[in-house]
């Protein structure tokens, strides 16, 4: 069966009090949008629509970056959730299958919840996720008898008894995309909010004797995010889950709830992430890696063996190799360290290519910007970085090389050679006494005058 998905963020997020479109707010480094995709994708869909409004440029290009297949529609003017929905009609002419409507900012419906809709979708006409609310405030009531969904009541048009339901719309549907634009068309907007309100196909598929049923999942897949705290209460949701999955998968964590994760981070079974890590997108740790206490990374690959930390910094494109160790107060950036680097103390790494077991002191430095340009240092194998030396890119140092301590090195170092760049040491014998006694003698005239 194939299926188109429609993803409705058209809405402004009034309460969010932010420039940004609503659904462009992130959780775990991507934005909510992009959860809500995610959740859609892994049933494979042929069509993604995306209806925006407000912001809807950004939207594009936010929903384009993730999937490039993504379609956007515009919906100008916010007249409901049935009008949202039918602004994809043009788009899905063509399109023979079913349609799966979801919402932009709820972004935690799981692939579970999801699969289960398309079983009932095989006996039912119109399938909606419905959940058990705690507090069922303001959702639409599903009215249901027996197994057959009757209809949807809005809170605002609801009845008093009508309220006391607490089987709540989630706002996910699914169905026939033919069938659901058909119904679509017979939607009005005769009702206390003067909305064209999605939630009207129900009882106008019961009159047309099509069937229609509710799926439930639990409240928390349905969280929907209006304000800056519902955004952080997501967020907390999703780390509970990733570190939970994490420890589930085999890696150890001794004080898992300070471990910040990405919607992406990928960990492997025996790694060790120790207490106070951040991982923003893009960070893949293989088996049995180390990242130690209060270290940052993104946009990276550390292999096997390798110990990172604690308080080293990985920003994207640094690629460590197999047994690589990064520590303390060491940042690396687009730079690639090969099997046995180690790199231990209060470096920049960037723009830079490392050979295999090369050892870099402490306190070195690729200066790999001109002010204009970037520019890439590339260090052979088995090569010997003194401490403090400043590598001015663009150059090169070869296999089994060394620099001295201290040196700025702005030329090309062959294989093999020795470097020193850096002015050489003058001793003046008893100087260093004689220094001391004057500068001793001169506070001591000072202190007395002050006396
Ligand atoms: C909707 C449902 C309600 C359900 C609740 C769950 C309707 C009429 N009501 O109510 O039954 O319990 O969601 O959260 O469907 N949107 C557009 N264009 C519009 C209107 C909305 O793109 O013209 C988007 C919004 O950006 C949002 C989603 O649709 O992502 C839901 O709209 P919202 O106005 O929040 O609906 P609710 O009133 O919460
Ligand atoms: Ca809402």
């Known amino acids: 069966m194939s299926i188109a998905l429609i993803i409705l963020a058209a809405g402004k997020g009034t309460r969010m009090e932010s420039d940004l479109p609503k659904v462009l707010h992130k959780i775990a480094g991507a934005p909510m949008l992009v959860h809500a995709m995610q959740s859609g994708i892994a049933l494979t869909p042929e069509r993604i629509i995306v209806v925006a409004g407000h912001g809807a ?28 929905v039918a602004q994809a009609k043009a788009a899905l002419e063509d399109f023979d299958g079913d349609a799966l409507v979801l919402y932009g900012d709820t972004p935690f419906i799981s692939h579970d919840t999801l699969e289960a809709m398309a079983v009932a979708r095989a006996h039912h006409d119109v399938v909606v996720l419905g959940f058990e609310a705690v507090d069922p405030a303001r959702y639409g009531r599903l009215v249901m008898q027996g197994e057959t969904l009757e209809r949807i009541v809005e809170f605002k048009d609801a009845s008093e008894e009508e309220r006391m339901i607490t089987l709540c719309n989630s706002g996910v549907i699914s169905a026939d995309a033919k069938t659901l634009f058909d119904l679509i068309d017979a939607v009005g907007n005769d009702n206390a909010g003067e909305e064209y309100y999605l939630t009207d196909i129900i009882g106008i598929a019961r009159a047309r004797g099509l069937s229609a049923t509710a799926v439930t999942c639990d409240e928390s897949e349905t969280l929907g995010i209006n304000s800056r705290a519902d955004l952080a209460r997501a967020e907390a949701s999703f780390q509970i889950r990733a570190r939970a999955t994490l420890l589930e998968d085999g890696v150890t964590m001794q004080a898992p709830d300070t471990v910040f994760l990405s919607y992406d981070t990928v960990i492997g079974r025996d790694a060790e992430i120790e207490p106070n890590v951040i991982f923003g997108p893009g960070a893949t740790i293989e088996s049995g890696a180390r990242i130690r206490a209060f270290s940052h990374l993104e946009g990276c690959h550390v292999s096997r063996g390798s110990v990172v930390g604690p308080f080293a910094r990985l920003r994207p494109g640094a690629e460590l190799a197999e047994d690589v160790h990064v520590g303390n107060f060491v940042e690396v950036k687009n730079a690639m360290l090969a099997e046995g680097v180690k790199a231990n103390h209060l470096s920049y790494i960037g723009d830079a290519d490392i050979g295999e077991r090369t050892n870099i002191g402490a306190g070195t430095i690729t200066c790999n910007y001109d002010g204009v340009f970037k520019h890439r240092t590339t260090i052979g194998a088995d090569a010997f970085i003194g401490s403090n030396t400043m590598l001015v890119a663009p150059v090169t140092v070869g296999n089994g090389a060394l620099t001295g301590s201290g040196s700025v090195i702005t030329k090309n170092v062959p294989d093999g050679a020795l470097a020193l760049g850096r002015a050489p040491q003058v001793t003046k014998e008893g100087h260093g006494r004689k220094l001391f006694e004057m500068l001793k003698a001169r506070k001591a005239k000072l202190t007395k005058g002050t006396n």
């Open 57 to 84: 440029d950004l939207v594009q290009a936010a929903a384009q970056e993730y999937d490039a297949e993504a379609e956007v529609v515009i919906q100008s003017e916010q007249l409901g959730t049935a009008h949202a």
